[in-house]
């Protein structure tokens, strides 16, 4: 059940329960409702409780060795490389790609907008990636390089499910990683060729750092800026890694809640027509400035709502590095430790209306209670995503374009069900029509 879909495979009463211990012949696993369990993993002592193994051996085909599955030293000296590049400053410089990555997803919308039925998440990773490619490398996702990329990681996706033989039952510590793992041929090929891509990429634009011609744009930053402890700077195939993770990180988890949202606007008219009149009167193509994203007030709520009920991210797994104690019951060292935002954020002792529909929930004191102890779409701690800001503000921008220019409605047939692949996506997509607004976008 776990293979087929982890998240139907969960019990009920783990949307009321604080914490759950599960017992397997290969490990015991702790699920962490509890938001004090959650601050303590997460914030307080993430040392104790490092990235697990078995994420690394589920995901290093792909990201090899970067920053979403390293730890210790290793995971310091990448984050104080990258993390100068996701200042708070620099979203208003990457503001450009998100706005004309928006732009060309529209036009491409508009021979589609006919009412008939689509699958709205291959649209949403074509915009996503865009944004990615424009941010990273300044290339829209028209060109060949990109293009490839973005059909090899569907490939991907659909070829490696979420729990495998590797993460189930991971090779020691001490066992080098260039052993055989288990994994499919399908999900060796796949990696194996977005990877070759990225490489590609990078070492042009490494080839451009030394000739002084780089753009300044996201890679350029990352390649050229030193470790401030060591002076040391990302070798191509270190930042080929890193790439892999921006990648994933901000192209399928963009990807992947922006379908949702389209969904849950079509489910709700009233809130699609309430965000598509405040991008009617907010946004002027005329006037791009950065400063409209903060007028965009429904539509971030909604992007915010969306990311309650469908985390892009449903699980987030650690490893106990020493003996501990949860709940007056103990946590063997090696134990899987589970942070999940599914169940956190439908949980019924925290939130009011749990799998509710709400995004006024935000302006009420119960909601951002709730929100304070159980919201983490981007993690938590050290290990908070860098790119928050980022998606939070690419999500708000394109599902107002969007909604401006189109109108939204279920497919009555065709509701989607909800799957953890590499991210929470549609079982057989998430299917809706689309037809132009009434009004006339400025």
Same mark, same amino acid.
């Given at each position: ?17 604080? $914490? ?22 997460? #914030? ?17 085909? %792909? ?16 984050? *104080? ?12 410089? #990457? ?22 039925? %689509? ?14 490619? *424009? ?18 990681? *569907? ?108 969904? %849950? ?16 009167? #907010? ?31 449903? $699980?987030? %797994? ?30 019924? *002792? ?33 290990? #908070? ?6 998606? $939070? ?7 107002? $374009? ?41």
């Amino acid at each position: 059940m776990f293979r087929r879909d982890v998240l139907s495979a969960q019990p009920a009463r783990l949307y009321r329960a604080w $914490m759950a211990e599960y017992r397997t012949p290969f490990f015991t696993s702790f699920l962490c409702n509890d938001p004090d369990l959650v601050d303590r993993v997460l #914030v307080q002592e993430p040392e104790t409780f490092p990235k697990s193994r078995r994420l690394h051996e589920g995901l290093s085909p %792909l990201l090899g060795q970067s920053i979403f599955i390293t730890n210790g030293a290793e995971w310091q000296r990448q984050r *104080r490389i990258i993390d100068p590049a996701f200042e708070s400053g620099r979203l208003r410089e #990457v503001f450009p790609a998100i706005w004309e990555a928006s732009v060309a997803a529209v036009r491409r919308l508009v021979p589609l907008a006919d009412g008939r039925p %689509l699958d709205v998440e291959p649209l949403t990773s074509h915009v996503a990636l865009d944004v990615i490619f *424009r941010a990273l490398f300044s290339i829209p996702v028209e060109d060949t390089t990109a293009t490839a990329v973005f059909h090899a990681f *569907r490939a991907h996706q659909a070829s490696r499910p979420l729990v495998n033989s590797g993460s189930l039952l991971p090779l020691p510590r001490w066992v080098p990683r260039w052993v055989p793992r288990w994994r499919s041929r399908a999900t060796r090929q796949t990696a194996q060729q977005i990877r070759t891509l990225i490489r590609s990429l990078v070492d042009r634009r490494a080839a451009e750092v030394a000739a002084g011609t780089a753009p300044d744009d996201l890679a350029t930053r990352i390649m050229t800026t030193p470790d401030p402890q060591d002076g040391s700077r990302f070798t191509p195939a270190e930042m080929a890694d890193q790439v892999g993770i921006f990648l994933l990180a901000g192209h399928e988890t963009s990807a992947a809640a922006l379908g949702w949202a389209l969904y %849950l606007m079509a489910l709700a008219p009233e809130w699609q027509d309430r965000v598509a009149a405040e991008a009617l009167d #907010v946004i002027n193509p005329e006037r791009i400035h950065f400063s409209m994203v903060a007028q965009l007030k429904a539509s971030r709520a909604v992007f915010r709502e969306t990311m309650r009920l469908y985390p892009p991210v449903p $699980m987030y %797994l650690r490893e106990a590095a020493q003996p501990a104690t949860f709940r007056a019951r103990p946590v063997p060292k090696g134990a899987q430790v589970v942070i999940s935002p599914w169940h956190l954020h439908r949980h019924e *002792r925290i939130w009011q209306d749990p799998d509710g529909f709400d995004p006024s929930r935000w302006e009420c004191p119960e909601g951002r209670e709730a929100a304070r102890k159980a919201y983490i779409p981007f993690s938590a701690g050290p290990r #908070v995503c860098p790119g928050a800001a980022f998606a $939070m503000t690419e999500g708000t921008l394109i599902l107002s $374009m969007i909604l401006r220019s189109f109108r939204v409605a279920l497919v009555e047939d065709r509701l989607p069900m909800p799957v953890a692949q590499l991210t929470v996506r549609g079982r057989d997509g998430v299917w809706l029509s689309l037809t132009p607004r009434e009004s006339t976008p400025r």
